[in-house]
């Protein structure tokens, strides 16, 4: 079974459209991120909800927009592509640990999106 | 604030020989270290980490590191490296006063030559 899962795998869209990447754990975590993997292989934390909340929200434009209508699934809009938004996203999941640190973050296989 | 520096951005070894992935941390408080590992066009898959007990920590697929504080380092180690073993490698800093994000590295990628 997969745990955490992603669809669409490949997303090949126009400037100015809006598309959205879903994601789905099956493993009972309340934590779940989303990560922006760059040309270049950089990986940085875009967003993270904790039971449906949002408690991590870095400096993405706000043309990107999470959703979570429940605590295994963590959807990603993304209004008005640009150029720029071509990359790899990756959604992930995790425990909230002991003492409150984070438990491991088990990652999804990744969305490649491409903007033309 | 909380960052990691990964020393090399490509690592080339001979199968059979040992493997050392260099990896520095900066952090405030009591930082979590993770390594992934990233195989061509595949997600990330946890190697091991580091949660405040033992400093040596074994992982899967016999890697394993060492947290040195005092020279903020968890560099990865390998004895004997496979060809399976190439791929791109993830040093990871979370911290809980920062939210639990994690922090990654640029990565290093291994190749390994037969």
């Known amino acids: 079974d997969t745990a955490v899962s992603q669809t669409p795998k490949y997303l090949v869209t126009q400037m100015g459209n809006d598309k959205s990447i879903k994601c789905e754990q099956n493993?009972?975590?309340?934590?779940m991120y989303w990560y922006k993997q760059d040309s270049k292989k950089f990986l940085k934390i875009m967003f993270s909800?904790?039971?449906?909340?949002?408690?991590i929200n870095e400096t993405v434009p706000n043309r990107f927009s999470p959703k979570s209508p429940d605590k295994a699934h963590l959807n990603l809009h993304i209004n008005s592509l640009e150029l720029g938004d071509s990359a790899v996203y990756f959604c992930a999941s995790s425990h909230k640990g002991a003492g409150g640190r984070t438990d491991t973050q088990y990652f999804g296989p990744g969305t490649r999106l491409t903007v033309l | 604030a909380q960052s990691v520096t990964q020393l090399d951005s490509h690592v080339s070894v001979s199968e059979g020989t040992p493997v050392l992935l260099r990896c520095n941390y900066s952090s405030s408080y009591s930082p979590s270290l993770f390594w992934y590992v990233q195989h061509p066009n595949k997600g990330l898959q946890l190697l091991l980490k580091?949660?405040?007990?033992?400093?040596l920590v074994k992982g899967i697929n016999g890697f394993e590191a060492e947290f040195k504080k005092s020279e903020t380092s968890f560099h990865l180690t390998k004895p004997s490296a496979h060809m399976s073993d190439a791929a791109e490698y993830f040093c990871?800093?979370?911290?809980?006063?920062?939210?639990?994000?994690?922090?990654f590295g640029a990565g290093t990628i291994l190749r390994v030559k037969s």
């Open positions: 909800y904790n039971n449906k909340e949002l408690i």
């Open positions: 580091y949660t405040s007990a033992a400093t």
């Open positions: 493993l009972g975590h309340d934590t």
């Open positions: 990871v800093v979370s911290e809980l006063e920062y939210g639990n994000k994690l922090v």
